[in-house]
Structures are given as structure tokens and as C-alpha cells.
């Protein structure tokens, strides 16, 4: 190619070299981009040579793994294996030396920064080297378990999905299957699929979370039920189908149910290499699930520390967050919905009030909320909660619009006062 033809700076040549990226013949122009550019366009004739198996450009990455960012922005992405070896030699050298650490070691500050990095970077990975850092953590598991990983805090903020907010060391062994998980979700490829069948039927546990994932998005709905659902009878085997529930959501505009991925590090200032995909699942969730799954609404609910959402203030980590997000509304089985909603009544009442989330679930269930219900939610927010939270509350009822208004009219003045918000959140309730 003929770098005279690419435009001379700006945001058109980093788009122009970005655009590089999908034609391996490209892989030598923007090897020498990579080495003539400087910011900007340096950084995205990187990402896009990254995207191939190209061998002169083994040094670079390497160069990249000994930087401060260890080249995170420009190899995440990357699924060559060329890219997967140099990065997974370098965390099988780390994480080798951090298990021959006693029992209960605790991190530097310096080898915290380092995981978190490597973790970003394991993404969609699948060389045979990198197959063996899985292999490494699956046989250290129960010893990476007993670490302190930050003795600053009980947290641990990975990503927008890995994050932990009082770790245990039941969180700490989910880690790496997690990671695998996701990157079967960014980068199906055969290879990552037949290691986690290999490691679940090696070493069980929290291996079951990929597989399960695996199977959401090649199999059909009714098979992935009948292969998965015995593991909700079992307590432990349960928390990993509903960590890999977690990384789901129904989209309503497209009538299907998704994974997410929310992945990369951002520290103001410092680094952002955040990312986001979403990918349907070879089908719309089984209806069984959600009969299995709302049946004890009684009972004391498991934390689901892995979800991809997870807006449920008070409530974080909350099994029923989780389920509300895969919730395939409008429910046309008419027994469903009804089995749903008495679930969500029986929740609600539980919580008394605690968190917005339940009015979320009547409203998406097509079920009547009580004034109550409303009610409860604003004195448990009594500092929280403002005229906004309920005008918006409000636009999620069925009610008709004068009984909006009649119910605004009666608690937003006494809660709220006669300020100018209130006027406004009115006449929006009134359009």
C-alpha cells in the first residue's frame, strides 16, 4: 500500500489505519506504522496489526508487556495466537511465582495492579499457552483462594463484571472460570469450548460456569434445560448456573435473550480500556427456568456476586436482581406471569421496601403496583430518594394518569416541598 494515500493527520488517518485492520495483507503497512506514527495513530496501527498472527511484530508486543499499562489498550482485543503466547508466557512466569507463595500470602500493591492487568489481557485468548495459564489456576485454586488480594479493602473491582464488593474465597476461586467464560462469549472458539469441558470434568466447581455458558449459545433452549437445570437442587452447583445467569439480559426491543460483556480497567486519569459486546443466545431462555427459579420465594436467596447488571442499591449482588433482568417480557404464558408476580409480592414484602427493583418487576409483569408498595420504597430513600425517583416510579405504574397525578399531588408536596422540581416532575406526569 501506499502510505502516501492514507490522509495526512487527524481523526481520518487513525480511522484510515484503523480500517487496515481488516486485511491480514495489511499486516506489514501497519507493522511499519507501528514503528514511523506517533500518538494516536501509533496506538491504532497497534490494535489493528494486533488482530493478526504476524511474526516480526513478536518483539513489539513483548516490548508492549514490559510497559506500565503492559499494553493493555492495544492487546486486549487481540485473539491472534502470536499475541495469546507472548502474553500468556509472561503470566504463567507471575502467576508460577505467586503460587509458590505460602497460604495466606498477601498481594503488593504492585502485584495486585499486575493481575488485574493480566486478567484484562487473558480476553478470548485461546493459544495452547494460554490454555495452560486456565490449567495453572484450575490446579492452584483452592491455594489462590486463601490470598489477600487488597489488604486496603474487602473489595475487589476487576471490571464492570468481575467485581466483588467483600470478597470470600468462594469469589476468589470464580475468577478464572469467569474470565473463561467471557472469553468463550468475545471469542467462541473451539479450542477455549473443549478446555472448559476438559477442566469441568478435571476439576469441577466453578468450571461449570463456562461449560453452561458454552452451551447458551450453541445448543438449543430445551436442551441446555435439560442438561442444566439438576444443578439448581445442589446448593453449590447452583451458584455457578446463576453467576452465568448473571451475564444475561432480555432485550425487549429485540425479543431475545443476551449475554453481556462488560471487560477492561478504568482508573481516572490513568487508564480506560473499557469495552462492551452483547451476543444472542442460540435461544430465548427455556420457561422452566423461571418456574424453578421463583419456586421458594420464601426462602433466604444466594449472592449472585457475578452480574452484569447489577442496580439494585441496597440490594447488591441480589439473586433477585439477577432474575429481573432475564425476565422475557411481555410473559405470554398467562400461569407464568401470575407465578411471577406472586413471587415479586412475596419478595417485595420481604425487603419492605428497600429497592426500587421490585416496582421494576411489577412494572415489566403488567401487575397493578399498590400505593404501598410506592410508599414504602420512599420512606426506606428518605434521604435518598427524590421527586425525580418518583415521577419516574410513577411512569412505570399502569395506573391511569389521573391516578398519577392524584397520588403525586398527595405525597410529592408533603415529601418534597413546592420547589420548582416538583412543578416540573408534575407536568411531565401530565403530558
Known amino acids: 500500500m501506499d502510505l502516501n494515500t492514507l490522509p495526512p493527520k487527524g481523526e481520518k488517518r487513525v ?33 489493528a496489526l494486533a488482530r493478526f498472527d504476524y511474526t516480526p511484530a513478536i518483539p513489539l508486543w513483548k516490548k508492549l508487556l514490559k510497559s506500565k499499562t503492559k ?47 493480566y486478567i484484562s489481557l487473558m480476553l478470548g485468548k485461546a493459544s495452547g499457552k494460554m490454555q495452560e495459564v486456565y490449567t495453572l489456576t484450575a490446579q492452584n485454586s483452592d491455594k489462590f483462594s486463601t490470598f489477600t488480594i487488597n489488604e486496603n479493602t474487602e ?32 471469542n467462541p472458539d473451539d479450542r477455549l469450548i473443549k478446555l472448559a469441558d476438559e477442566l469441568y ?27 442444566f437445570h439438576k444443578h439448581l437442587s445442589n446448593n453449590e452447583s447452583a451458584t455457578y448456573i446463576y453467576d452465568t445467569l448473571g451475564a444475561l439480559y432480555f432485550n425487549e426491543k429485540e425479543q431475545r435473550h443476551q449475554a453481556l460483556l462488560f471487560w477492561g480497567q478504568y482508573k481516572y486519569g490513568e487508564v480506560d480500556t473499557r469495552i462492551s459486546r452483547n ?13 424453578l427459579l421463583t419456586s421458594t420465594p420464601q426462602q433466604e436467596k444466594p449472592s449472585v456476586t457475578l452480574q452484569a447488571y447489577n442496580r439494585g442499591g441496597v440490594l447488591y449482588d441480589a439473586f433477585d436482581e439477577m432474575l429481573v433482568e432475564i425476565i422475557p417480557y411481555p410473559v405470554q404464558n398467562e400461569q407464568l406471569r401470575q407465578q411471577l408476580c406472586d413471587y415479586f409480592i412475596k419478595r417485595e414484602k420481604k425487603h419492605n421496601g428497600q429497592s426500587e427493583l421490585y416496582i421494576h ?22 434521604n435518598a430518594a427524590s421527586v425525580y425517583n418518583l415521577q419516574n ?14 397520588f ?23 403530558k
Open 155 to 186: 473489595a475487589l473491582i476487576i471490571n464492570d463484571y468481575l467485581r466483588f464488593f467483600s470478597i470470600s474465597r468462594e469469589d476468589k476461586k470464580k475468577i478464572f472460570p469467569a474470565i473463561l467464560s467471557m472469553s468463550i462469549l468475545y
Open 15 to 47: 480511522q484510515a489505519i484503523t480500517a487496515l485492520g481488516t486485511d491480514i495483507k495489511n499486516a506489514e503497512t501497519l507493522f511499519t506504522l507501528s514503528n514511523t506514527e506517533k500518538g494516536n495513530c501509533k496506538q491504532a496501527a497497534m490494535m
Open 361 to 382: 418487576a411489577f412494572y415489566i409483569l403488567g401487575y397493578e403496583i399498590e400505593e404501598e408498595v410506592i410508599l414504602k420504597f420512599l420512606e426506606c430513600k428518605e
Open 279 to 291: 451476543k444472542p443466545l442460540f435461544g430465548n431462555l427455556y420457561e422452566e427456568w423461571f418456574s
Open 408 to 430: 403525586f399531588d398527595t405525597v410529592a408536596p408533603k415529601k418534597f416541598g413546592a420547589r420548582e422540581a416538583v412543578k416540573s416532575c408534575r407536568d411531565n406526569l401530565a
Open 393 to 406: 416510579i410513577l411512569q412505570r405504574t399502569h395506573w391511569s394518569k389521573q391516578k398519577r397525578l392524584d
Open 201 to 227: 470434568a478435571t476439576y469441577q466447581a466453578n468450571w461449570l460456569s463456562p461449560v453452561f455458558m458454552k452451551a447458551l449459545l450453541v445448543l438449543p433452549a430445551k436442551n441446555v434445560f435439560d442438561e
Open 71 to 117: 499494553g493493555e489498550k492495544i492487546l486486549m482485543e487481540s485473539t491472534a495466537d502470536s499475541v495469546s503466547d507472548v502474553i500468556a508466557n509472561e503470566i504463567y512466569s507471575f502467576l508460577s511465582a505467586l503460587f509458590e507463595k505460602p497460604d495466606d500470602y498477601t498481594l503488593t500493591s504492585a502485584e495486585l495492579e499486575n493481575l488485574k492487568t
